[in-house]
């Protein structure tokens, strides 16, 4: 049999068989790059800490930094799309990162050249081939899809990738294959309409009636993946994704003919694979059984003690599964929640030897925690309740290996970014190895009272670096929102409130976003929806918003005091003025030390990191958790930064290593 295209005689299309092969090969040599790339990783970090240095000084190493320091500017690049809506719509006010789209183009190239090679597709005699083509290419593509999905997962396991972040190309993988399938069912389609066929095909053929349905349950998986479905009600989106996969899967198996029916069960092993390394890694962290403990079966007791800002507590001592810095869990708790699991950031370190965590209080489940926290004042031992923690997850590169390390939270992004801090003091105090000689930290909040979430930590930190030669620490807390902060005037000292001299706008202005429902509360945004710069009716602007370009600069005398005019609250009136004069200056209501920097106003967040280039000695890493915006400000100053300083091009800047955390459902 022989096709036309464009004038031209070709041979016989390929085996589709064999394409599904090839479209393996093709995953494969990808999965196996990613693996040599962290393997290669892995072995710098060694080095380096042999070495205690972060500057590659070997041939070798410095080509591999030239050639990482090209790869980061391309792939952590993101292009605006409808920066208008960066409010309402955060995630269509700009492209993904131009590596992740990069990735999911090349997966959809390769599959729509698979499903057409060797085809003229206005033909219509080879529309039915075309339709059983693409029916191999998508069912080629379940195992993959199954493979990105777990939490205990292999592709993460090898490729040092957190289950999270591969969440996301499992998504869109899943996108192509329905892509693909459409493309089966809709030339079958074509082709039966020809002889007005349809309808008398569905009603006298199973298959066609099996794949039919499969379709409908695919589209319908498709539609609820996406973000407003998705974050409407998280809950709801679990139970049924996951019944919706299990009758996509049936269906799959009784519409597929037998010779492809391993693409089904190998998609049916991983999954219970999966679940069965969460059973087996739950029953270890939960059972008293593994513990030597003897009173209850559960082993897991939490305490649970309120915070401000409607924050709360959650401890749990001494448990028997260790856990590094920047890693999270979700909890379980049968008495309050139900069967309800929840992830939250791990803010204790287990040189603690208890497993923490502080959750907002939203709606739902986590307005639950914090109810029961203010009604069982004092915690004591025989308040505890039983939780059930499945975990610990997530991957970030260790920070000891760079020279300097610039961490940026925003609101309770605080949870992934204070461990991170406490590590890196905890291993120079404790004289372990570790190239790091400069730390600095950014944490923008909404309000004051958000800083006694973390004020024991920060300070204890504080004091230990003042022991540590050769490491320097630099802490700023920018309030966005603050009443009190506008009418403060004291100008103590740098402990207390530091007024903004510029309220020029820039391209580092946070943009406000909500990172999810109450399913995911410790990376929801906390700083103030952006608003536009005002004037009261003296002409001063609203300090809350002033963008401090440089903190250094700021003046510490005292200033006549600007008017805060977010969240629509209202400007001071001479009555709460009056009051306010009464009021201890700020840094009297706190336990941080002096040297903590606390800033009205938001940060300039390429100023902030070019600084700390200009004194690195080494590759340094960027680390940020907190609101879309704020993400994708610091990601935009990275790439801009490492553009301009000709990182590793022969100018003598070192490299920028840039982690994203964005806990996004």
């Not at 996108?175 to 309409?193: E, K, N, V």
């Not at 959650?314 to 929840?342: D, E, K, R, Y």
């Not at 429902?517 to 945004?525: G, K, T």
């Amino acid at each position: 049999m022989s096709h036309s295209g464009g004038g031209m005689a070709m041979e016989e299309p390929p085996d589709d068989r064999y394409l599904a092969k090839i479209y393996w090969m093709f995953v494969g040599s990808a999965i196996a790059f990613a693996s040599i790339i962290h393997l290669i990783d892995r072995l710098v970090y060694y080095q380096r800490l042999s070495t205690v240095s972060a500057r590659p000084k070997t041939p070798l190493l410095r080509w591999y930094a030239t050639a990482t320091a090209i790869t980061r500017e391309a792939v952590y690049f993101t292009a605006p799309l409808i920066p208008s809506l960066h409010k309402r719509y955060p995630r269509l006010a700009a492209l993904p990162p131009f590596g992740r789209t990069l990735l999911i183009t090349a997966n959809l190239a390769l599959l729509l050249s698979l499903a057409f090679y060797g085809f003229d597709v206005l033909d219509r005699h080879n529309w039915e081939a075309i339709g059983v083509r693409c029916g191999w290419i998508t069912i080629t593509q379940l195992p993959l899809i199954f493979l990105l999905a777990g939490k205990r997962n292999l592709i993460g396991y090898v490729t040092g990738t957190s289950y999270e972040r591969l969440n996301w190309i499992h998504r869109w993988v899943s996108r192509s294959m329905f892509l693909t399938a459409t493309i089966h069912f809709g030339h079958f389609l074509r082709t039966w309409a020809q002889y007005n066929y349809v309808e008398r095909k569905f009603k006298i053929d199973l298959i066609s009636r099996r794949g039919l349905g499969a379709w409908c349950v695919l589209l319908w998986i498709v539609l609820s993946s996406f973000a407003p479905i998705r974050g409407w009600r998280y809950e709801f989106f679990v139970i049924q994704h996951i019944i919706s996969v299990l009758g996509f899967t049936v269906m799959v198996m009784l519409h597929a003919p037998k010779m492809a029916q391993h693409f089904v069960w190998l998609p049916v092993g991983i999954f219970f694979l999966d679940r069965l390394l969460r059973f087996v890694f739950l029953m270890w962290n939960n059972i008293c059984l593994f513990r030597g403990a003897s009173r209850s079966l559960l082993a897991c007791k939490a305490t649970f003690h309120p915070l401000s800002a409607r924050a709360t507590k959650v401890s749990i001592a001494n448990p028997s599964f260790n856990w590094s810095p920047g890693q999270h869990a979700l909890l379980t708790l049968p008495s309050l929640t139900g069967l309800q699991s929840h992830p939250f950031s791990i803010i204790s370190l287990p040189s603690d030897k208890a497993l923490e965590f502080i959750v907002r209080a939203q709606e739902g489940a986590t307005h639950k925690l914090f109810s029961h926290a203010t009604g069982s004042l004092p915690p004591v031992s025989n308040l505890t309740k039983t939780v059930i923690v499945d975990g610990p997850y997530g991957r970030v590169r260790e920070m000891e290996q760079f020279d300097t390390v610039v961490l940026l939270a925003g609101g309770t992004g605080a949870c992934f970014i204070v461990p991170l801090l406490r590590d890196l003091v905890r291993r120079r105090r404790e004289q372990l190895s570790t190239v790091t000689r400069r730390v600095r930290l950014v944490w923008v909040i909404r309000e004051r009272s958000q800083i006694g979430w973390f004020e024991r930590e920060l300070s204890e930190a504080v004091d230990s670096v003042a022991k540590i030669e050769d490491f320097v620490l630099e802490m700023s807390i920018y309030i966005t929102c603050d009443d009190s902060l506008a009418m403060d005037n004291t100008g103590a000292g740098k402990g207390d409130i530091q007024k903004s001299t510029s309220a020029q706008e820039s391209e580092e202005s946070l943009a406000p976003q909500k990172l999810g429902p109450d399913a995911l509360p410790q990376r929801d945004d906390t700083i103030v929806e952006e608003a536009e710069l005002c004037d009261d009716d003296d002409g001063k602007t609203c300090c809350c918003q002033d963008i401090v370009e440089d903190e250094d600069a700021i003046s510490y005398t005292s200033t006549t005091p600007g008017s805060c005019c977010c969240c629509g609250k209202p400007k001071p009136t001479s009555t709460s003025t009056d009051v306010l004069k009464n009021t201890p200056p700020v840094a009297a209501t706190l336990l941080l030390p002096k040297e903590v920097n606390i800033v009205s106003g938001r940060p300039a967040v390429r100023t902030i990191i070019g600084k700390q280039l200009e004194k690195g000695c080494g590759e340094t890493a960027v680390v940020v958790c907190g609101p879309l915006g704020l993400i994708d400000a610091v990601r935009m100053a990275v790439v801009g930064l490492s553009d301009e300083r000709a990182v590793h091009k022969g100018t003598g800047a070192q490299g920028v290593y840039l982690h994203c955390e964005a806990f996004c459902i």
